[in-house]
């Protein structure tokens, strides 16, 4: 940060001197980068104002909320979410690779270290809220809807302790203070996760039962309404019973969904795959984060794109993530029939790879992404070689080719981050209906089967994906959930959750952190050769969940529980 002017030293010392000399309170002055509570708890404007702010937290670690304050999750960032998985590794680092070598401990988290202490701070802001709303000065209707949308977000923030770490502290209503007892247990006492999934869906029920069905002229886009609360209802029913958590039935996550597609407001959007996360409002959006010109977030097309275009490269796609994509034939690659060939390895994929991931040959920005050796200006020896990918691949999705790459400050950064769509529902519907009933089973209450729920995704427009055949197997429509959510929902903030909740990361995040080496011949045919990109991926057993920052347990005065192993 630049200034025109610096005070001299010695001249704020000598000037305190001299008001010390006139008055000797001069201290007990009103601070003028917050709002008082007074002004919070008199002014209905100001208290509407807090109570939208708490879709947003506080920036706690370098290189967060660039453009904007984080919201939900960490989004759009320099390094995303994706890039603790395998599906990207981050370019530049940027506190990841120690995720990714399972090197992460509870005083340093990398990455992931700020997910404890903003949403505890933020369901201790929805809590103050929701202690002041009774005595605000607005109509019963609307205190109504306040009060789903203040239990909503603190549910949300649940959400978040309780997917990384497992059982959270549940405050209730409490605003706590830092006068609090500090020997009071109730304060760190760790709830097992079914309470603490419990706790979040009677909040969630409850926060339904108040929202609108839909934002509106008074209920603005990217506020949370009765199918957010149902979305993330059914999100958790579905942790719930998996694996890892075992905390509930796969019944009630069937539900769970089925309320959501119950609304009958929500579809698969038919304007193109691309399109989808690039448009405010949708069909298939049930909650977003908007961004508007005074409030961007990273300018994603800089931030990932290749280095012939003057991009930094980012988060950079993995072979382990490309060769997950099936064949338009719906047949993985590993299948002698699938017609893949090893010497045009990106021909005739699924669509949605080409959707999501830049590959050497792919169009872009009316030229083609050359990412081979030699003099690939996407390769090593293109121009600013520091940002040339390490995985052989770039970042597709999500970018709008409308924005300026270069110098885009101000004029990219629009995207909207979709926190719920309609086609995780009906994956959360399709997976939890073939545990509890199987493939083809319709259940009660219901007009779909896992199968056609997966074939509603599959059939979209511009993707028409080949539909699943009846008569798969309970483990054969596991094993097609599976891959519908790894790679219709890559980059989302799913994958890192999906590996844990079914207790295969000890698999899926020990493999290397692949990537390819293409070497152009003197004939214009390439050889991928497969290679490293990022030494060292590790994971173990402890790191299903977790670690609770150190400096928590030691604020506790030690009596927060860790978790197992750390």
Same mark, same amino acid.
């Given at each position: 940060?630049?200034?025109?002017?610096?005070?001299?030293?010695?001249?704020?010392?000598?000037?305190?001197?001299?008001?010390?000399?006139?008055?000797?309170?001069?201290?007990?002055?009103?601070?003028?980068?917050?709002?008082?509570?007074?002004?919070?708890?008199?002014?209905?404007?100001?208290?509407?104002?807090?109570?939208?702010?708490?879709?947003?937290?506080?920036?706690?670690?370098?290189?967060?909320?660039?453009?904007?304050?984080?919201?939900?999750?960490?989004?759009?960032?320099?390094?995303?979410?994706?890039?603790?998985?395998?599906?990207?590794?981050?370019? /530049?680092? $940027?506190? *990841? !690779? =120690?995720?990714? #070598?399972?090197?992460?401990?509870?005083?340093?988290?990398?990455?992931?270290?700020? +997910?404890?202490?903003?949403?505890?701070?933020?369901?201790?802001?929805?809590?103050?809220?929701?202690?002041?709303?009774?005595?605000?000065?607005?109509?019963?209707?609307?205190?109504?809807?306040?009060?789903?949308?203040?239990?909503?977000?603190?549910?949300?923030?649940?959400?978040?302790?309780?997917?990384?770490?497992?059982?959270?502290?549940?405050?209730?209503?409490?605003?706590?203070?830092?006068?609090?007892?500090?020997?009071?247990?109730?304060?760190?006492?760790?709830?097992?996760?079914?309470?603490?999934?419990?706790?979040?869906?009677?909040?969630?029920?409850?926060?339904?039962?108040?929202?609108?069905? /839909?934002? $509106?002229? *008074? !209920? =603005?886009?990217? #506020?949370?309404?009765?199918?957010?609360?149902?979305?993330?209802?059914?999100?958790? +029913?579905?942790?719930?019973?998996?694996?890892?958590?075992?905390?509930?039935?796969?019944?009630?996550?069937?539900?769970?969904?089925?309320?959501?597609?119950?609304?009958?407001?929500?579809?698969?959007?038919?304007?193109?795959?691309?399109?989808?996360?690039?448009?405010?409002?949708?069909?298939?959006?049930?909650?977003?984060?908007?961004?508007?010109?005074?409030?961007?977030?990273?300018?994603?097309?800089?931030?990932?794109?290749?280095?012939?275009?003057?991009?930094?490269?980012?988060?950079?796609?993995?072979?382990?993530?490309?060769?997950?994509?099936?064949?338009?034939?719906?047949?993985?690659?590993?299948?002698?029939?699938?017609?893949?060939?090893?010497?045009?390895?990106?021909?005739?994929?699924?669509?949605?790879?080409?959707?999501?991931?830049?590959?050497?040959?792919?169009?872009?920005?009316?030229?083609?992404?050359?990412?081979?050796?030699?003099?690939?200006?996407?390769?090593?020896?293109?121009?600013?070689?520091?940002?040339?990918?390490?995985?052989?691949?770039?970042?597709?999705?999500?970018?709008?080719?409308?924005?300026?790459?270069?110098?885009?400050?101000?004029?990219?950064?629009?995207?909207?981050?979709?926190?719920?769509?309609?086609?995780?529902?009906?994956?959360?519907?399709?997976?939890?209906?073939?545990?509890?009933?199987?493939?083809?089973?319709?259940?009660?209450?219901?007009?779909?089967?896992?199968?056609?729920?997966?074939?509603?995704?599959?059939?979209?427009?511009?993707?028409?994906?080949?539909?699943?055949?009846?008569?798969?197997?309970?483990?054969?429509?596991?094993?097609?959930?599976?891959?519908?959510?790894?790679?219709?929902?890559?980059?989302?903030?799913?994958?890192?959750?999906?590996?844990?909740?079914?207790?295969?990361?000890?698999?899926?995040?020990?493999?290397?952190?692949?990537?390819?080496?293409?070497?152009?011949?003197?004939?214009?045919?390439?050889?991928?050769?497969?290679?490293?990109?990022?030494?060292?991926?590790?994971?173990?057993?402890?790191?299903?969940?977790?670690?609770?920052?150190?400096?928590?347990?030691?604020?506790?005065?030690?009596?927060?529980?860790?978790?197992?192993?750390?």
């Amino acid at each position: 940060m630049k200034f025109k002017y610096r005070t001299p030293l010695y001249f704020v010392i000598g000037s305190m001197l001299s008001m010390t000399a006139c008055k000797k309170d001069f201290l007990n002055v009103k601070p003028t980068d917050r709002i008082a509570t007074s002004a919070i708890e008199s002014d209905t404007a100001v208290y509407e104002a807090f109570v939208t702010n708490r879709y947003i937290g506080e920036r706690l670690q370098d290189k967060e909320g660039d453009g904007s304050n984080p919201g939900f999750g960490r989004g759009f960032e320099y390094s995303m979410w994706s890039s603790l998985t395998d599906e990207s590794i981050y370019n /530049n680092d $940027d506190a *990841t !690779w =120690l995720v990714q #070598r399972g090197q992460l401990a509870p005083e340093n988290l990398g990455g992931a270290g700020v +997910l404890w202490g903003r949403s505890y701070r933020s369901i201790r802001e929805c809590n103050y809220a929701l202690s002041i709303l009774p005595k605000m000065p607005l109509s019963p209707a609307h205190k109504t809807r306040i009060e789903g949308e203040l239990k909503f977000i603190r549910a949300f923030r649940y959400q978040d302790i309780i997917r990384n770490y497992g059982g959270a502290v549940l405050v209730g209503d409490k605003v706590t203070n830092l006068t609090d007892n500090l020997q009071d247990p109730a304060l760190f006492k760790r709830a097992s996760i079914k309470e603490s999934i419990d706790y979040a869906v009677a909040q969630l029920d409850d926060a339904a039962s108040k929202l609108p069905l /839909n934002n $509106d002229g *008074t !209920w =603005l886009l990217g #506020r949370a309404t009765k199918g957010a609360a149902l979305a993330l209802k059914s999100r958790l +029913l579905l942790y719930a019973a998996s694996p890892l958590y075992n905390a509930g039935t796969w019944a009630n996550a069937v539900t769970a969904a089925q309320a959501v597609i119950g609304l009958n407001i929500y579809g698969i959007y038919t304007g193109g795959y691309n399109n989808l996360f690039l448009i405010n409002q949708t069909n298939e959006t049930i909650f977003a984060r908007l961004y508007t010109k005074n409030a961007n977030h990273t300018h994603l097309e800089i931030a990932n794109g290749p280095n012939g275009y003057g991009g930094w490269a980012g988060n950079t796609p993995l072979q382990n993530l490309v060769d997950d994509y099936e064949m338009d034939n719906g047949k993985p690659i590993t299948d002698p029939t699938s017609g893949y060939d090893p010497t045009h390895p990106y021909t005739n994929r699924d669509p949605r790879f080409a959707a999501t991931v830049l590959y050497n040959g792919a169009t872009y920005r009316g030229q083609t992404i050359d990412a081979f050796i030699p003099g690939g200006k996407d390769s090593k020896d293109g121009p600013d070689n520091w940002n040339t990918t390490k995985t052989g691949y770039y970042l597709k999705k999500f970018m709008n080719d409308a924005y300026p790459l270069q110098n885009p400050w101000g004029n990219a950064g629009f995207q909207p981050w979709i926190y719920f769509r309609y086609a995780e529902i009906l994956l959360n519907f399709a997976e939890a209906a073939n545990e509890a009933y199987g493939p083809d089973a319709v259940p009660a209450g219901s007009t779909l089967s896992a199968r056609t729920a997966i074939n509603m995704i599959r059939s979209r427009p511009g993707i028409n994906m080949p539909a699943l055949a009846t008569g798969l197997s309970q483990s054969q429509m596991r094993d097609a959930v599976r891959y519908e959510r790894r790679v219709e929902l890559a980059f989302e903030e799913h994958r890192f959750y999906d590996v844990r909740r079914w207790k295969i990361a000890d698999v899926t995040e020990n493999k290397p952190a692949g990537g390819v080496i293409i070497t152009k011949n003197a004939n214009g045919s390439f050889i991928y050769t497969p290679k490293v990109a990022l030494d060292g991926r590790s994971f173990a057993p402890k790191h299903y969940w977790l670690p609770i920052p150190r400096a928590e347990i030691q604020a506790s005065g030690g009596q927060l529980q860790q978790n197992a192993g750390y």
